[in-house]
């Protein structure tokens, strides 16, 4: 009962959020990172209305993507080569997509998996060096990269802020948007605009609305029996 009844609590604040920014709640998804829960509780919030899920190792994903195949999957992890095609294999989206060499890996996987992948590019807007992610000038050179691939898509722009100051996350959040507006500016010729930004965690989701996230990832709030 305890996920079916946080699910509905975060989906409620996330609707009343964006009601209050002025934004359509349909144009924001909320991915449950299930990371840290297991199968049985990512069918409780199924039940209780959840359709997108996150995970962080392919070999979770891989797990419950298989045994939950009707929910969508999200990659948000770190991506290594050698387990690309599994990635590719189950993931209806990967948000962490950043270096280069990645890229015609994933569109290798996915031409043999016949699909194309949605992928979002990560963007390490805070500069903090524990954090994954390409630096802010090195967006334009990726997206020609991936422009030139048949079986990626870049759907948009990822980021995860640095924790414990809401007033920094956000200026986090407003930079990614920049930053895609500006890529979309000057998109190599062909290619669809982004529209995507995936930003916003338990403890920063409402500003990341606010700042015009399309795709919140949420773990504790959900899962987290009487996260706060
Ligand atoms: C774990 C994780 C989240 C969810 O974090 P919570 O604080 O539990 O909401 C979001 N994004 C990424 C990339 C994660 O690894």
């Not at 095609?85 to 996915?110: C, G, M, T, Y």
């Amino acid at each position: 009962m305890a996920v079916a009844e946080q699910y509905q609590g975060v989906r409620a604040s996330l609707d009343a959020v964006c009601a209050s920014c002025g934004r359509d709640p349909g144009e924001v998804a909320l991915v449950a990172v299930s990371k840290t829960t297991d199968v049985a509780h990512v069918a409780e919030a199924m039940q209780a209305g959840a359709t997108d899920f996150g995970e962080n190792r392919p070999d979770e994903l891989m797990l419950k993507a298989t045994s939950l195949p009707a929910a969508r999957w999200h990659f948000i992890g770190n991506v290594q080569s050698r387990r690309i095609p599994d990635i590719v294999a189950h993931a209806q989206l990967v948000h962490s997509v950043f270096k280069a060499e990645h890229l015609p890996k994933i569109d290798r996987a996915a031409a043999a998996a016949g699909k194309v992948q949605d992928i979002l590019i990560e963007v390490n807007v805070s500069g903090e060096q524990a954090k994954g992610g390409a630096a802010p000038g090195e967006l334009g050179d990726l997206l020609a990269q991936a422009g030139e691939l048949e079986h990626v898509r870049v759907r948009g722009l990822m980021t995860m802020a640095p924790q414990g100051d809401l007033d920094v996350a956000r200026e986090c959040f407003s930079a990614l948007r920049q930053l895609r507006d500006q890529a979309n500016a000057a998109l190599p010729s062909g290619m669809p605009a982004l529209t995507e930004l995936s930003m916003g965690m338990s403890e920063d989701w409402e500003a990341a609305v606010e700042e015009g996230a399309t795709l919140v990832r949420i773990g504790r709030a959900v899962f987290q029996e009487g996260f706060e």
